[in-house]
């Protein structure tokens, strides 16, 4: 069964930077749409960015100019680079496939950031 397993959140100042890392198969990633989700308190998840495997972008609005996803097939990684974060952007992070059929969702990583 194929795992995903998130990493790089943690706390942060308003205006840093964090580097989320989400390891998962290639024959995922080189097939499939990847997402970055995250869920906020007392909110539902919601989709923050996403990249195709012929490396198309999509991202939220609000991430739009902060946020970049990349995608390492060697390493079997896809990565959002977050930078100018702010305190709305706290939340946990999960990655999965953009469309159905998801994968087993993962234990995310928290980022939380502090005004």
């Known amino acids: 069964q194929v795992q995903l397993v998130e990493s790089g959140g943690g706390l942060v100042q308003a205006g840093g930077s964090l580097r989320l890392a989400c390891e998962v198969s290639?024959?995922?990633?080189?097939?499939?749409?990847v997402a970055w989700y995250r869920q906020s308190p007392g909110q539902q998840r919601e989709l923050v960015a996403s990249?195709?495997?012929?490396?198309?972008?999509d991202y939220k609005d609000s991430v739009k100019g902060r946020f970049r996803i990349s995608r390492d097939n060697g390493k079997n990684t896809v990565s959002l680079q977050m930078n100018s974060l702010k305190p709305e952007d706290t939340g946990l992070y999960y990655c999965n496939t953009r469309f159905n059929p998801h994968l087993q969702w993962g234990q995310g990583t928290q980022v939380t950031v502090s005004s």
């Open positions: 290639r024959s995922i990633t080189i097939s499939r749409t």
């Open positions: 990249i195709g495997a012929t490396g198309v972008k």
